[in-house]
């Protein structure tokens, strides 16, 4: 169950990214789970206008973001090895953290998807 609180973390933070690089949009944090990721694409394109590939930049963002925390993550790891004074180990472990978190988040979102696709794929016509 800890999974699944992390997961909605991410998520709620990957929102307020999206929401702090796209002003004027509003933040769905009332959305609970990951269960309810057809609620956040709605809601989503209602808040962008409707616009076509709304939840394709919404996407493409969230894994850019993902890519950032792994190689902020890996240029602490490298800054610590190198004996920069600035840089602590707390800060390295937190932020490998939040980018392993991060990708799970991901890669549970993206199984999410792949399995909604294939039960819509297999529905009789």
């Known amino acids: ?11 709620m933070q ?12 509003e933040n769905n944090t009332n959305v609970q789970g990951v269960g309810n990721i057809a609620d956040q694409v709605k809601n989503t394109g209602q808040a962008e ?15 850019n973001s993902v890519n950032d925390a792994q190689q902020k993550s890996a240029e ?8 920069d004074p600035e840089v602590d180990i707390t800060q390295v472990m937190i932020q490998m953290q939040k980018a392993s ?25």
């Open 1 to 11: 169950m800890t999974d699944r609180v992390d997961i909605n973390q991410v998520l």
């Open 14 to 25: 990957m929102r307020e990214i999206r929401d702090q690089v796209k002003p004027g949009t």
């Open 49 to 63: 206008g409707a616009q076509e590939g709304g939840f394709a930049d919404m996407l493409k963002e969230a894994v």
């Open 76 to 83: 602490l790891q490298e800054a610590f090895q190198m004996g």
């Open 101 to 125: 978190v991060s990708f799970e988040a991901m890669t549970q979102v993206r199984n999410r998807l792949v399995s909604a696709y294939q039960d819509i794929m297999n529905m009789p016509i």
